[in-house]
């Protein structure tokens, strides 16, 4: 359904180290960032995320209301993504646990250094 998502940061180096430290948590691979230092980004089979200083060079706001959402193969995983993310700068939103809105759901939220909320999210045995 998505081809990629961008995402603002005010501190590029930051921004890589949390979501390089959440998506090896989650089995996926680091980011690359571009030669000027301006982005990083991370492309996978299944999409591409860009960590990019904002094009219009205002700074970097956080969406209210917004939610970005990985899969993770196992709550193990979700744990392992929630821990890392702490402790590379992030902040909590919600500790590892079911989440009952969807029965059967184990999930993890947390915000990036920017104040992006992001969430691991699993069915418990998928």
Request: proline share 8%.
């Amino acid at each position: 359904m998505f081809s990629h998502i961008v995402l603002g940061a005010d501190d590029i180096p930051k921004a890589k180290t949390f979501y390089d430290a959440i998506f090896k948590a989650l089995g996926r691979k680091e980011g690359n960032q571009t030669p000027d230092g301006s982005r990083v980004i991370y492309h996978e089979e299944d999409g591409i995320l860009m960590i990019t200083h904002p094009f219009n060079g205002e700074a970097a706001t956080h969406a209210n209301g917004g939610t970005i959402g990985f899969a993770a193969p196992s709550p193990e995983a979700v744990d392992a993504f929630h821990k890392a993310g702490l402790a590379a700068g992030g902040t909590d939103e919600g500790a590892p646990g079911p989440r009952p809105a969807i029965p059967g759901s184990y999930g993890a939220y947390l915000r990036d250094p920017t104040g992006n909320k992001l969430v691991a999210w699993c069915m418990k045995g998928a």
